[in-house]
Nanobody, 123 residues
């Protein structure tokens, strides 16, 4: 079983930046795809970004493409989400995820979730 712990959330003004981190433990981190999802109040959890085990491939939701960057450091068992040009509509709880699929594009691809970290963007 894998454990995922997110950090780096907080309150930021529109146009600002945040960097989320997700530390993994419990099994071979480097063999699995990782991803970030988010859930705003009253909405379903949605895909944000995913990265393959080798970091060779990344995919992004259209709403964050060009503003967010996902990366991973397999030596540190950590995945990151750099968020730039933040908008109020980016406000949500952000969840780190992992799974056996090549990429994590939907919740059904995920086998383990982190506890989530709150990101609030003020206008």
């Amino acid at each position: 079983q894998v454990q995922l712990v997110e950090s780096g959330g907080g309150l930021v003004q529109a146009g600002g930046s945040l960097r989320l981190s997700c530390a993994a433990s419990g099994r071979t981190f480097s063999s699995y795809a990782m991803g970030w999802f988010r859930q705003a109040p009253g909405k379903e959890r949605e895909f944000v970004a995913t990265i393959s085990w080798s970091a060779y491939r990344t995919y992004y939701a259209d709403s964050v493409k060009g503003r967010f960057t996902i990366s991973r450091d397999n030596a540190k068992n950590t995945v990151y989400l750099q968020m730039n040009s933040l908008k109020p509509e980016d406000t949500a709880v952000y969840y780190c995820a992992t799974g056996r699929a090549s990429w994590l594009l939907k919740a059904a691809d995920v086998s383990s979730w982190g506890q989530g970290t709150q990101v609030t963007v003020s206008s």
